[in-house]
């Protein structure tokens, strides 16, 4: 028997992380009275993921912490949760999502949330226990488990989630050595200037940093150990664990099969909502447009995808739409706070305050006079300044038009 079909429709959300959980719990805020159901490959509840590489790491968060609502929530506002469960193929014709055991769902309102997925580097080796990346609750419990026993540990990759594990492990004791194949810290992320700051910060911290080169493969003297990096110029480097950190991939295996645009992303309107009538994206796995910037971007950041889940929840609901948000992001290493507001590559001018050898200053960006953007270690007030004036002056209705309709593929 065909289950009744409530007026609202039913809403069904793949991906529970920080974008697909808050889309749940949002549309039950918004009024959504329809079923809604929220499907993820994790057989474990929504959780946070920045303190992955810093508190959870240190064993200084118990598991409850991690979760942003308690898991009986979702229960109490009749949000049926579908852990340990993947969706396999979508099928707009029908509106049906396949999963993993065999059955489909039928969606009137679909949502893709997958996220990113870190990039491996197949290296000779890369297979012995001490080698993970960073991204899910069972990469930082092995890499929680590999930090209590190792010595030293290589981070290949020299990003912020480099920077975060490398800033843990020195506190908890761990030599670290990290290789970037750059001639600097955060190249496409962070200013000279603040890559510059970020590497003394290391460095004062008995980090080795080492530049301009790569690795070509994880040595061992056993099958399971691990003994050492080989480099490119035939250096050898000592470790006895290894953190991948070279970045990250979205997620849009479900979504390339429509004929969507996936290319470095899902593109969305401003709303989340993709080419094909009924189907969103939002999260990691997406590239949207910004007010004030050019283009679609993919961001990785929390607060990017919050906010295309209030933008999406809000489409979906007939809600009121809420005013667009600077972009902004955060790092904790050490005790530093790095927060930025704006994109600082899309600047033409940086202007210094304050004074980095204090340990407190912002490097901001100005693009023909403006502000942009703008970099602030220990510096709060600077921050919520600059994100204000950049609100102001980038963040105004900017009218995104939907995506142009594209019809589901011919079976």
């Given at each position: 028997m065909t289950p009744a079909r409530h007026p609202q429709g039913h809403a069904v959300i793949i991906g529970a992380g920080h974008a697909g959980g808050t889309l749940a719990a949002l549309l039950r805020q918004y009024g959504h009275a329809g079923p809604i159901t929220l499907v993820d490959g994790e057989d474990l509840p929504p959780y946070q993921c920045p303190p992955l590489s810093r508190a959870w790491l240190q064993q200084a968060m118990d598991p409850e912490e991690l979760l942003p609502r308690p898991a009986g929530a979702y229960a109490d506002q009749a949000i049926t949760l579908r852990p340990g469960m993947r969706a396999m193929a979508i099928e707009p014709g029908s509106r049906q999502v396949a999963l993993?055991?065999?059955?489909?769902?039928?969606?009137?309102h679909l949502v893709i949330a997958t996220g990113a997925a870190p990039r491996w580097l197949a290296l000779p080796g890369g297979d012995r226990p001490g080698v993970t990346c960073?991204?899910?609750?069972?990469d930082a419990q092995a890499l929680r488990g590999h930090l209590q026993t190792a010595r030293r540990l290589a981070?290949?990759?020299g990003g912020y989630v480099g920077l975060e594990v490398a800033s843990t492990a020195r506190k908890l004791g761990v030599q670290v050595r990290i290789i970037e194949r750059e001639g600097r810290l955060l190249s496409r992320s962070a200013s000279p200037q603040m890559a510059a700051h970020l590497h003394g910060l290391h460095a004062g911290q008995g980090v080795e940093v080492?530049?301009?080169?790569s690795v070509t493969a994880i040595r061992g003297d056993s099958p399971t150990g691990i003994t050492g990096l080989r480099m490119a110029d035939g250096s050898r480097l000592e470790c006895d664990a290894v953190l991948i950190g070279v970045g990250a991939a979205p997620c849009v295996e479900l979504a390339q099969p429509l004929g969507l645009d996936c290319a470095d992303g899902i593109a969305v309107d401003g709303?989340?909502?993709?080419?094909?009538a009924g189907i969103y994206a939002i999260g990691h796995a997406t590239r949207r447009p910004l007010a004030g910037y050019p283009g679609l971007h993919r961001l990785e950041s929390v607060p990017s995808a919050l906010e295309q889940a209030r933008r999406a929840a809000c489409a979906i609901t007939g809600r009121a739409l809420p005013a667009h948000e600077a972009p902004w992001f955060?790092?904790?290493q050490y005790d530093t706070k790095l927060q930025i507001a704006g994109l600082p590559g899309h600047g033409d001018q940086t202007v210094l305050r304050g004074n980095p050898a204090s340990g407190r200053f912002a490097v901001l960006h100005l693009r023909g006079g403006q502000l942009c953007a703008a970099e602030c270690v220990n510096s709060p007030g600077e921050f919520m300044a600059a994100r204000k004036a950049i609100?102001?002056?980038?963040c105004a209705d900017p009218g995104f038009p939907p995506l142009p309709p594209?019809?589901?593929p011919t079976p």
């Amino acid at each position: 028997m065909t289950p009744a079909r409530h007026p609202q429709g039913h809403a069904v959300i793949i991906g529970a992380g920080h974008a697909g959980g808050t889309l749940a719990a949002l549309l039950r805020q918004y009024g959504h009275a329809g079923p809604i159901t929220l499907v993820d490959g994790e057989d474990l509840p929504p959780y946070q993921c920045p303190p992955l590489s810093r508190a959870w790491l240190q064993q200084a968060m118990d598991p409850e912490e991690l979760l942003p609502r308690p898991a009986g929530a979702y229960a109490d506002q009749a949000i049926t949760l579908r852990p340990g469960m993947r969706a396999m193929a979508i099928e707009p014709g029908s509106r049906q999502v396949a999963l993993n055991d065999g059955s489909a769902l039928h969606y009137d309102h679909l949502v893709i949330a997958t996220g990113a997925a870190p990039r491996w580097l197949a290296l000779p080796g890369g297979d012995r226990p001490g080698v993970t990346c960073l991204r899910t609750m069972e990469d930082a419990q092995a890499l929680r488990g590999h930090l209590q026993t190792a010595r030293r540990l290589a981070i290949i990759g020299g990003g912020y989630v480099g920077l975060e594990v490398a800033s843990t492990a020195r506190k908890l004791g761990v030599q670290v050595r990290i290789i970037e194949r750059e001639g600097r810290l955060l190249s496409r992320s962070a200013s000279p200037q603040m890559a510059a700051h970020l590497h003394g910060l290391h460095a004062g911290q008995g980090v080795e940093v080492h530049f301009n080169t790569s690795v070509t493969a994880i040595r061992g003297d056993s099958p399971t150990g691990i003994t050492g990096l080989r480099m490119a110029d035939g250096s050898r480097l000592e470790c006895d664990a290894v953190l991948i950190g070279v970045g990250a991939a979205p997620c849009v295996e479900l979504a390339q099969p429509l004929g969507l645009d996936c290319a470095d992303g899902i593109a969305v309107d401003g709303e989340g909502r993709t080419a094909m009538a009924g189907i969103y994206a939002i999260g990691h796995a997406t590239r949207r447009p910004l007010a004030g910037y050019p283009g679609l971007h993919r961001l990785e950041s929390v607060p990017s995808a919050l906010e295309q889940a209030r933008r999406a929840a809000c489409a979906i609901t007939g809600r009121a739409l809420p005013a667009h948000e600077a972009p902004w992001f955060w790092s904790d290493q050490y005790d530093t706070k790095l927060q930025i507001a704006g994109l600082p590559g899309h600047g033409d001018q940086t202007v210094l305050r304050g004074n980095p050898a204090s340990g407190r200053f912002a490097v901001l960006h100005l693009r023909g006079g403006q502000l942009c953007a703008a970099e602030c270690v220990n510096s709060p007030g600077e921050f919520m300044a600059a994100r204000k004036a950049i609100a102001a002056t980038h963040c105004a209705d900017p009218g995104f038009p939907p995506l142009p309709p594209k019809a589901p593929p011919t079976p």
